[in-house]
């Protein structure tokens, strides 16, 4: 097939080209209907699909990151539980409500056993939280380094667990010439105690109502 031929081409009628030339036609013909059929057609529908298969893969990502919970779930109950139960058994190793008010004479006697002196040791209004009690002391003791040492250690001591937390404490030696290394400690310290079963209940039915408003 030469230019010539392609020059000479009846148009009007296709049925008399040579054989080669309509082979040659048809082959274009197809080619330019594969093209439109991909840019119009088929392109779309590959960029759906590879979103599809995005979507797949982040659907089965979730699953199974949803199917590992669900199969740990059942030991994490039960580790639940039992650190529950361990801080239940903690929280019954506190003073109890009746035995508050001699606990904090002992403290204050076990200070003035190891010769401290307490300028101050005023008990404050008791505050409930949602499983136990603290109990603001505010307090200004004098004594020696190894005296406040052996407080802490009687404190330790003492029959019932008593965690003492201090706030806003001060320790610095006392003024004069007399002093002698003497230190005084002033600020307030906290102890706590377990809250008993109406305590509670009280207190988590408070809870859930200042939720509620």
């Not at 040791?121 to 949602?130: D, L």
Request: some cysteine.
């Amino acid at each position: 097939m030469s230019g010539f031929d392609l020059r000479n081409l009846d148009t009007s009628n296709p049925g008399g080209w040579p054989d080669s030339v309509k082979a040659f036609f048809c082959v274009l013909l197809a080619v330019l209907i594969l093209v439109l059929g991909w840019f119009l057609v088929v392109k779309d529908q590959r960029v759906a699909l590879d979103a599809e298969k995005a979507t797949e893969a982040d659907l089965r990502t979730q699953f199974e990151g949803k199917q590992a919970r669900a199969v740990n779930l059942e030991p994490l109950k039960q580790q639940l539980a039992d650190m529950e139960l361990m801080l239940q058994q903690m929280l019954r190793q506190l003073p109890s409500r009746t035995e508050m008010a001699d606990l904090i004479v002992d403290i204050s006697q076990t200070a003035l056993a190891t010769g401290i002196q307490n300028d101050l040791f005023q008990p404050q209004p008791e505050i409930k939280k949602e499983f136990y009690a603290e109990k603001p002391i505010a307090l200004r003791m004098v004594g020696t380094y190894h005296q406040f040492g052996a407080f802490v250690s009687g404190v330790a001591s003492l029959p019932r667990v008593v965690i003492m937390t201090m706030h806003d404490i001060s320790l610095k030696p006392a003024e004069g010439s007399h002093a002698n290394g003497t230190l005084v400690l002033e600020g307030t310290v906290k102890t706590y105690r377990y809250l008993d079963p109406d305590e509670e209940a009280a207190s988590s039915s408070a809870g859930q109502g200042g939720k509620g408003a």
